[in-house]
């Protein structure tokens, strides 16, 4: 079945490292893919997207790009800030599988001052 | 549109008690999620609705866990009876599947304490 797959955490960083977070997918069809973060004590909200092959998705300073060949979306930041510090979780949309979401298990970002 | 709405935000109950969780998903969207969370397996789909019909509910945890969706605007999730391992947050989630770009919103979820 569908799965995604993401780095563990935690993740620790000092402020204006450069960030990474692997994520790779399998999927049947062409899903549409996702990063949501969770700030402490909040619901998850939606960080950015890519609905199809070589798209980038982009917003905050951080941006993901749609890998096919590699089935991966890995989330980039050049310059993280104490307030990034959140759980990041990638997901997946299959419209070979009724459009269920599925999220990875996530991962914790800490960003030193 | 307000969001997913849900309720209560914080909930604290004996063992053995019934403990019931309410959602209200965004007008128009026809799927609804129910997530736990916990810092031992992250984030879990409990089930999923799609036009008020249950489609998933393979990832409920026991015959103690039950949900509804009666109409389009509303759904529970009950717990009958209640037990200190379902100490958690649940969360609920809706979208919309009119397109690609199908995205869940989510509720700020419901803190489980079972005492």
């Known amino acids: 079945g569908d799965s995604v797959t993401q780095m563990e955490g935690p993740v620790t960083l000092s402020e204006e490292a450069f960030l990474t977070i692997n994520c790779t997918y399998t999927a049947t069809g062409y899903p549409s893919l996702f990063w949501y973060v969770q700030y402490p004590g909040e619901g998850l909200q939606l960080l950015l997207k890519?609905?199809?092959?070589?798209d980038k998705g982009s917003n905050k300073g951080f941006e993901a790009t749609y890998r096919k060949e590699t089935t991966s979306f890995h989330l980039e930041k050049g310059s993280v800030q104490v307030s990034d510090s959140a759980v990041y979780f990638c997901?997946?949309?299959?419209?070979?599988?009724?459009?269920?979401?599925?999220f990875g298990k996530g991962t914790r970002l800490h960003i030193l001052p | 549109d307000a969001g997913v709405i849900q309720s209560p935000r914080h909930e604290v109950t004996e063992m053995g008690q019934e403990v019931t969780l309410r959602c209200k998903p965004i007008?128009?969207?026809?799927?609804l999620f129910w997530y736990r969370q916990t810092m031992m397996r992250g984030l879990e789909l409990l089930i999923y609705?799609?036009?008020?019909?249950?489609?998933?509910d393979s990832g409920m945890p026991e015959d103690r866990f039950s949900a509804k969706m009666p109409n389009a605007s509303f759904s529970t999730l009950k717990i009958q009876p209640s037990e200190p391992r379902d100490s958690a947050v649940y969360f609920c989630a809706s979208s919309f599947t009119g397109s690609m770009n199908t995205e869940a919103f989510f509720g700020q979820g419901t803190r489980l304490t079972v005492v």
């Open positions: 890519a609905t199809k092959a070589d």
């Open positions: 997901a997946l949309s299959d419209p070979n599988r009724d459009d269920k979401i599925i």
């Open positions: 007008s128009g969207h026809d799927y």
């Open positions: 609705f799609n036009n008020n019909v249950p489609i998933d």
